[in-house]
């Protein structure tokens, strides 16, 4: 069961049922409670009336009303309509145990003074955050001939990822080996010689060469052996990349027979939880940008075309010590959470900068404004465990925050987190839910 279906199975239930406030708003209970019975569908009269009553309003209806009239109105079962399970909706009413505040689904705050922040207008493209990945690259040419992973697989460090046929690590096979037979060999000289030097018959001079060809075979095979070990070499001239870190397979440019060139990034493993946004910030910015910066972390919004009009926060982390010559641009880095992952690395971004100005107004966090066919609200907290919405006048928008023109004022509490899910409870009757369907 969702937790939007836990938010939905709060209050009184028509018809003289009632739901006990105290059980956990998860309860799989709640899920009949939810779905209109058959009962309210086949009442007539008054359920017409109802269902008529609540097309003259439409879906918005309850925004155009005083908050006394929705918590005095009573619904078709006789109830207060916003104790009623199936009509509160109607009366733009939803009801949330404290339980579900204290454990965070919901966020209350208060409407605050903001200084106004001006937006600096810069491009760019999405990007890995390189601390959260790690590159996948042979150090020798060769032809791919396995691919162990696809894309988005979960592996574990040292797990193969690519395997290929290289000749440098044919040879530097060949090289340990020789190395490996001429230390055998040095052993057994060193070995005679000491029995000899042991019993009287061979000098002391024999003695120290053979010790010294036995030290110089041990360097040569350990360093033989070190160059296969870099070149990743399996024997047999076979080279097998392996995973560098835990994390996913973001990023795959291997196809079995291709030939592939040493330093050439084959797979990129990690996670995208993060990623950065490098954009390029103009010469007649940089000391409004640096100033500002100077003084405070600098928000930013993030904007691609897959999400048109959506904006993803993020904070201004780095900027370049160097301008770019050709372009006379400075490479400006955003962090941007991606918790989700619908940011994907080489998607182009336009992005706002916002610089503190001045100014100061009544606003509110932008997750705690929704819309209704044009029309922006709130949830308010009204008593006890109800919240009710209501329309608000936004002004301008910048950062995470928004404008709050008039609808709310400073001592009103108002949903922050969460609020999406209140409205998706209130809206529901514009995907057919009701008692008079």
């Known amino acids: 069961m969702s937790i939007l279906a836990g938010v939905l199975a709060l209050g009184p239930l028509a018809c003289g ?82 339980d579900l505040v204290r454990e965070g689904l919901f966020e209350m705050v208060q409407p605050s003074m903001r200084v106004v922040a001006a937006p600096v207008e810069l491009t760019g493209e999405v990007r890995f955050d390189e601390r959260l990945v790690a590159h996948v690259s042979p150090v020798a040419e060769g032809v791919i001939r396995k691919v162990y992973v696809m894309v988005g697989d979960e592996v574990k460090r040292g797990q193969p990822i690519v395997e290929l046929e290289s000749v440098r690590a044919g040879d530097a096979h060949g090289e340990l080996l020789e190395a490996r037979a001429r230390l055998e060999l040095a052993k057994q000289v060193f070995e005679r010689a000491a029995a000899l030097k042991d019993k009287g018959i061979a000098s002391q001079k024999d003695y120290l060469e053979a010790k010294m060809e036995l030290d110089s075979a041990e360097i040569r095979k350990d360093a033989a052996q070190g160059r296969l070990q870099r070149l990743g070499g399996a024997g047999g001239g076979t080279i097998v990349l392996r995973a560098p870190v835990d994390g996913s397979l973001l990023l795959l440019h291997a196809v079995p027979g291709e030939f592939t060139s040493s330093n050439e990034s084959l797979a990129t493993v990690g996670n995208n939880k993060a990623v950065w946004v490098w954009a390029d910030l103009y010469e007649r910015d940089i000391a409004r940008v640096m100033t500002a910066r100077s003084v405070d972390k600098l928000a930013a919004s993030v904007f691609v075309k897959a999400y048109p009009g959506e904006a993803f926060p993020g904070t201004v982390d780095f900027l370049s010590p160097a301008m770019d010559r050709s372009s006379r641009t400075v490479k400006t880095r955003i962090q941007v959470d991606n918790a989700d992952g619908r940011l994907l690395a080489g998607m182009f971004a336009s992005v706002q900068v916002f610089l503190p100005g001045d100014e100061q107004t009544l606003a509110l966090p932008s997750d705690a404004v929704l819309d209704d066919n044009g029309r922006s609200f709130v949830f308010l907290h009204h008593h006890e465990d109800y919240y009710v919405r209501r329309e608000v006048e936004v002004g301008r928008s910048w950062a995470r925050w928004v404008e709050i023109k008039g609808g709310v004022n400073a001592d009103q509490h108002v949903v922050s987190r969460g609020a999406f899910l209140m409205k998706s409870d209130v809206l529901r009757s514009k995907m057919g839910a009701g008692c008079a369907d």
């Open 17 to 98: 049922r009632t739901h006990n406030s105290h059980n956990h708003a998860l309860d799989e209970s709640h899920e009949n409670e939810i779905s209109p019975t058959p009962a309210h569908a086949e009442k007539s009269g008054p359920a017409d009336k109802h269902e008529h009553e609540h097309e003259e309003r439409g879906p918005g209806g309850d925004l155009d009303r005083p908050v006394e009239e929705l918590f005095d109105s009573e619904c078709e079962h006789e109830i207060k309509a916003f104790t009623c399970m199936e009509c509160r909706y109607e009366v733009g009413v939803v009801r949330a145990p404290e």
